[in-house]
């Protein structure tokens, strides 16, 4: 058997430094590159310890756990007893997860012979099993495990900060309540340019069974303006509160969305509640989050109390109407 200790050493030094990286991504902390490659070289030569016969006490778990140690003291210094566990933590989660990875894949791909050819019994009747995973594997493996670790670990933190700015939504009108969540657009700010109400979007599809059949799976083909021309003269319920609020849209082009005058808002946000009246419900034909985490998106004016004077202003307003 040939074994090339700089091979080993080479891609000890390589798994070393990127898990040490993935450790500083995870606990948000910048660290010096210089420090990665000596903590990774310190991980590294400890590996090839191993091959020297005379060093096979230090093969121990209070040395392992000591190295370990080391290392993270190396790489992220001893700021302060919480930031280092922080780091010890993550260092570890790592570890268990690229393992628990490469082994999960292996078996994965392995024959039901290798299995059998790998099992082991014992005098006392039990079984085990020996465990044989080529270097080549692992070192081609590692990467994508690690990868797809860092993608999950990013997109729940996508989603913890967007429900944030997430919050319960629910408009009424005309003795109908519908109630979604709805997303926080703190750069939002379409309004009505008469009024000067804001216009909180929402997918059309909650509110299908209240408005014209005709409208259904047409409003992001036909133009807002002759739909409205199409309910001219029909029976439609809600034909005093339609609105068209005009717009630019990315491409910069001028169009109109359709829009419902409710008779109240509420939205709960952050433990915080906010009721207002003078609002319009714009109308999107699409869906806004794929995966319907949001169905609404709140204008920010929503989300600050209304005064007395914004709540007469809308008492004449009605009044005029």
């Known amino acids: 058997m040939v074994v090339y200790i700089d091979l080993i050493f080479a891609a000890n030094l390589l798994i070393d430094g990127v898990l040490l990286w993935l450790t500083s991504w995870l606990v948000k902390q910048k660290v010096a590159w210089w420090r990665l490659a000596l903590s990774a070289l310190t991980g590294a030569l400890y ?3 191993m091959f ?11 040395i392992k756990f000591g190295l370990s140690v080391l290392m993270l003291w190396i790489a992220f210094g001893f700021r302060s007893l919480q930031s280092y566990l922080r780091a010890f933590g993550a260092f570890y989660m790592i570890n268990f997860a690229a393992a628990g990875g490469i082994i999960g894949a292996h078996y994965l791909l392995q024959s039901s012979g290798d299995i ?3 099992m082991i019994f ?3 009747g039990g079984q085990a099993h020996r465990l044989k995973i080529g270097f080549w594997f692992v070192l081609a493996l590692l990467p994508l495990v690690l990868l797809l670790f860092r993608r999950m670990v990013a997109s729940r933190r996508h989603r913890e900060q967007l429900d944030t ?5 629910t408009v009424e009108i005309d003795g109908v309540s519908v109630t979604c969540p709805g997303l926080l657009d703190t750069g939002n700010r379409l309004s009505d340019p ?22 259904k799976g047409r409003l992001t083909q036909t133009a807002a303006d002759a739909l409205v021309l199409e309910t001219d003269g029909q029976s439609f319920a809600w034909q ?21 005058k409710p008779d109240s808002v509420s939205i709960r946000l952050g433990g915080d509640t906010f009721c207002h009246t003078r609002v319009l419900i714009g109308l999107d034909g699409g869906t806004l989050a ?32």
């Open 116 to 118: 059998w050819n790998g």
């Open 52 to 62: 020297v016969p005379e060093l096979s006490f230090m093969y121990t778990f209070l």
């Open 194 to 215: 008469l009024t000067r109400m804001p216009v909180m979007v929402m997918e059309a599809s909650l509110w299908e069974n209240h408005l014209p059949a005709s409208w």
């Open 290 to 321: 794929g995966d319907g985490a949001y169905r609404a998106v709140i204008h920010p004016d929503l989300t600050r109390r209304e005064s007395a004077a914004e709540a007469a202003a809308e008492k004449v307003e009605v009044s005029n109407i």
């Open 165 to 169: 700015y997430i919050g319960e939504v």
């Open 47 to 49: 590996v090839v310890m």
């Open 122 to 124: 014992t005098s006392s």
């Open 240 to 260: 005093d509160r339609i609105r068209l609020v005009p717009y630019r849209g990315v491409n910069r082009a001028a169009s109109f969305m359709l829009a419902l």
